[in-house]
């Protein structure tokens, strides 16, 4: 081969360049940057108190619930199973805490142990009725999701559980980084989660089942063991989130409205942060900028004073896009 042969062989500078912007624009965390930081801009010029320190660290703790619980279903969905009975279960852990801690009278850490547990199990019957029985994902943790909710109205009569005791509001009263516990223990889930995801066996496992369930199978990867921890951990984090929304609120009580129709910040961030609907695909960044994106549209279309009706509508365009992406995503990788 000759000089000429080998220069032409040789991809440019430029070449390279352009190659290298490819290939990160397709990964859906860079991706998503691009909106972002699209709308923050847009909504910054309509009203430059969009950057202002309070609108962006209630930014920051808002989003901190939804995002909490988005990385346990962007491992459960990853698999591809869903869960619709989060919100729900974040209502029920906090009525129950506050009925055991005020009507019982057991101490808090018991009280919160025991919510908990009753979250786990919660996740686990979702797992045993989606693996074992073979019911859809959607159906079971919906119904589930629905009798949670009726269960948490039961327990509380439609109302607010308190006075409660002052440790109860402890959590909820600190403020590591300026922001709240609910966040910075969000954020090192999302580190734990990402390293799961992408170092461990455990994320391989999941990525196999979500890909090709058969063929995890045949490898000797119990599918159903990984899906039902997912639940699981899932639910699990539901449940941490309710007890922390309910130790923010200005008077710390079970109230059975807490996380309330959530589910669409939820579902509609893990979606946005390129999670698939498949199975197979998805990160714990990506998650955390798309529940990000989420809060940012809602917050900015406040501060921009535009009609506050407009917040569902606009949310869901974004949901709609996203899922149309991935269907397309997973047509072509199916050719």
């Known amino acids: 081969m000759d000089v000429t042969t080998k220069a032409l062989a040789k991809p440019s500078t ?7 912007l490819r290939r990160q624009l397709a990964r859906q965390e860079v ?13 910054t010029l309509r009203n430059p108190a969009m950057l202002n320190p309070i609108t962006v660290t209630s930014i920051l703790r808002t989003m901190a619930f939804p995002g909490l ?38 101490p808090v850490w018991f009280a ?7 979250a786990v199990l919660i996740g686990l019957f979702n797992a045993l009725l989606t693996v074992k029985v ?33 440790e109860v509001g402890f959590l909820g009263s600190l403020r590591p980084l300026g922001t709240s516990v609910a966040f910075v223990l969000m954020l090192g889930v999302m580190v ?20 090709n369930r058969l063929a995890a199978d045949i490898c000797g990867i119990n599918t159903g063991r990984v899906k039902a921890i997912c639940f699981v951990l899932t639910s699990f984090l539901a449940g941490c989130s ?24 939820i579902i509609g961030g893990v979606i946005l942060g390129g999670v698939s609907f498949f199975g197979g695909r998805g990160s714990a960044i990506g998650t955390l900028l798309g529940v990000l994106l989420m809060q940012v549209v809602r917050t900015g279309m406040v501060v921009a004073r535009l009609d506050p009706w407009w917040q569902v509508p606009a949310l869901g365009v974004l949901m709609v896009a996203a899922a149309s992406v991935d269907v397309i995503r997973h047509k072509r990788y199916e050719r």
């Not at 919160?112 to 009753?118: A, K, P, W």
């Not at 734990?192 to 890909?211: C, D, H, K, M």
């Open 14 to 20: 430029g070449q390279n360049i352009t190659a290298f």
């Open 31 to 43: 991706a998503i940057l691009i909106p972002l930081i699209a709308l923050i801009a847009v909504f």
């Open 69 to 106: 619980i988005g990385m346990g279903m962007v491992m459960l969905m990853i698999t591809g199973e869903i869960d619709l009975s989060t919100a729900s279960v974040m209502s029920l852990t906090a009525v129950l805490a506050a009925v055991l801690i005020r009507d019982v009278g057991l």
């Open 112 to 118: 919160v142990v025991c919510s908990l547990g009753v």
């Open 134 to 166: 073979g019911v859809h994902a959607i159906l079971t943790t919906l119904g589930v999701g629905f009798a949670v909710r009726g269960i948490s109205y039961l327990f509380s009569n439609g109302l607010p559980i308190y006075p409660l005791p002052e």
């Open 192 to 211: 734990v989660v990402q390293i799961a995801l992408n170092q461990t066996r455990f994320g391989a496992s999941l990525f196999a089942t979500g890909s």
């Open 242 to 265: 309710g007890l922390l929304y309910m130790s923010q609120l200005p008077l710390p009580s079970g109230d059975p409205i807490i996380g309330k129709n959530l589910e669409l910040d």
